[in-house]
């Protein structure tokens, strides 16, 4: 029995210590499954939150209900804003709303701006027969009730030009009994009839009208906004005409868009916004007129 008794007593023993090598593997071949399950969980939570960044992007671009493209106009005689040289429309304007329509995601039809004169712009609007304008259009109650605008993108006023030999106006006042030339359809025409009583008004569907009227006496001066009025004097009319250094009803000038497309404006506005974030719209603005005053 003795004999019996130790041989049995090593076989058990010898297989516990087989059971504790079988227990030892199974342990460490669970907890190597644990692991890889919880990095492919890991990796499967990632790929997802991807996937919804993507989503979410895809969800970012698609978030307004725009046409492919859209019909624009602008003026062709509004220097520095929009102009034609070399046969090429050209102007602050001009780069303004072609970067703008890259950045929201639609095309110019046509392939090119169009153009008209300066008091066919919101009638076009009304018609249908442009979608969007941008001409140095400034914002006013009465035509945000006919047409939508975009937030403002460039900050304006109106001033006063006359003759560089011209000593008896340095004022607004002085124009009183006066002859003065400005453009048809501007707000200066405008500001013109509500602040003068006594005063000629000669109205031009052009700008290089307006300013030869001055240039050759039929006007005493020019009414207008004065960043066209001051580049025209700096060149054209360099030599011939000057400012009275006064800046008279500031205004801001808005991209105008035929009434009731309101996810047009949101996407133009979030385009405008995302211009000045990243810096294109300051090199535009340093182009054309030169360092911003801080």
């Known amino acids: 029995m003795g004999t019996s008794f130790l041989y049995h007593y090593h076989c058990l023993k010898n297989r516990r210590g087989f059971d504790e090598v079988i227990l030892r593997n199974w342990k460490w071949r669970i907890t190597a499954l ?43 005689s509004f220097v520095p804003f929009e102009f034609v040289e070399n046969g090429e429309l050209q102007g602050f304007d001009i780069e303004i709303i072609n970067a703008i329509a890259e950045e929201a995601g639609f095309e110019i039809a046509g392939g090119e701006i169009e153009t008209t004169n300066f008091d066919g712009i919101i009638p076009g609007l009304q018609t249908g027969q ?48 006066k002859t003065v030339a400005t453009r048809l359809g501007s707000t200066s025409a405008n500001f013109i009839r509500e602040n003068l009583d006594d005063v000629t008004l000669n109205e031009y569907e052009q700008l290089d009208q307006v300013y030869l009227a001055v240039e050759n006496g039929s006007a005493d001066a020019v009414v207008y906004d004065a960043p066209n009025v001051n580049y025209y004097i700096s060149t054209t009319g360099e030599g011939k005409l000057k400012s009275i250094d006064e800046l008279y009803q500031a205004e801001d000038y808005g991209i105008a868009i035929t009434k009731g497309n309101e996810d047009l404006v949101s996407a133009i506005n979030d385009a405008l916004a995302t211009l000045k974030e990243n810096g294109t719209y300051d090199e535009i603005y340093e182009k054309w007129f030169g360092a911003a005053e801080e």
């Open 34 to 76: 644990i692991s890889m399950g919880l990095v492919l969980l890991l990796a499967a939570c990632g790929s997802g939150e991807e996937t919804s960044s993507e989503e979410n992007g895809a969800s970012d671009a698609a978030e307004y209900d725009l046409n492919d493209s859209y019909t624009v106009v602008s003026d062709n």
């Open 130 to 177: 442009f979608e969007i304008a941008i001409a140095g259009i400034s914002i006013t109650e009465d035509r945000a009730k006919v047409i939508d605008y975009s937030d403002p993108y460039y900050e304006s006023g109106i001033t006063i030009g006359v003759p560089i030999d011209n000593e008896d106006i340095q004022s607004l006042e002085d124009l009183e009994g």
